[in-house]
């Protein structure tokens, strides 16, 4: 059975309410938790590509990217879980992995079970939550990876999300 059902989180998966690209991030992580990520993006067979400063390169090991200096040039991790779901990681900081994912992408129960999918990877291999918020509403999650629970959970009302 899926971790949530589209008819339950339709809200939450609705460009116009929760913005195209909502936040995603693992709290409490670590230069071991990014080096972990790229490991699996490697390792999956996934489609993905690094950037640094705009130019393509070869995913380095996470300590020659983090920590970032204040005016380091950007760096994104894009990643293709499945060729029409696009996930860009943003390797800002040590202390957490930041994410988004265009919601466009992800319409009806199969985006709702790819996004699932994705989340409980990552939270699985980390051993931590991983949350999603409405795009610039990071800090205010409406749903999330519970590792406790082994599964995505809803952390907010999908009726009436209050976005």
Not at 48 to 65: D, F, S
Not at 123 to 147: C, H, I, N, S, T
Request: glycine share 8%; charged share 20%; hydrophobic share 45%.
């Amino acid at each position: 059975m899926p971790d949530l059902l589209w008819n339950d989180v339709k809200n939450f998966f609705d460009p116009n309410l929760m913005g195209t690209l909502p936040d995603l991030w693992v709290p409490d992580a670590s230069v071991e938790d990014w080096q972990a990520v790229f490991d699996l993006v490697r390792s999956t067979g996934w489609a993905w590509e690094y950037e640094e400063g705009g130019t393509v390169r070869p995913l380095p090991a996470a300590a020659e990217v983090l920590p970032r200096p204040v005016d380091a040039e950007s760096v994104l991790l894009r990643v293709r879980p499945v060729p029409s779901v696009q996930v860009n990681f943003w390797p800002m900081s040590a202390t957490e992995v930041d994410f988004d994912v265009d919601l466009r992408e992800l319409q009806g129960q199969a985006g709702v079970d790819t996004l699932c999918d994705f989340v409980c990877a990552f939270g699985r291999l980390l051993g931590k939550p991983v949350f999603m918020a409405a795009e610039g509403q990071y800090g205010y999650p409406v749903l999330g990876f519970d590792p406790a629970a082994d599964r995505v959970a809803l952390l907010a009302d999908p009726v009436d999300p209050g976005l």
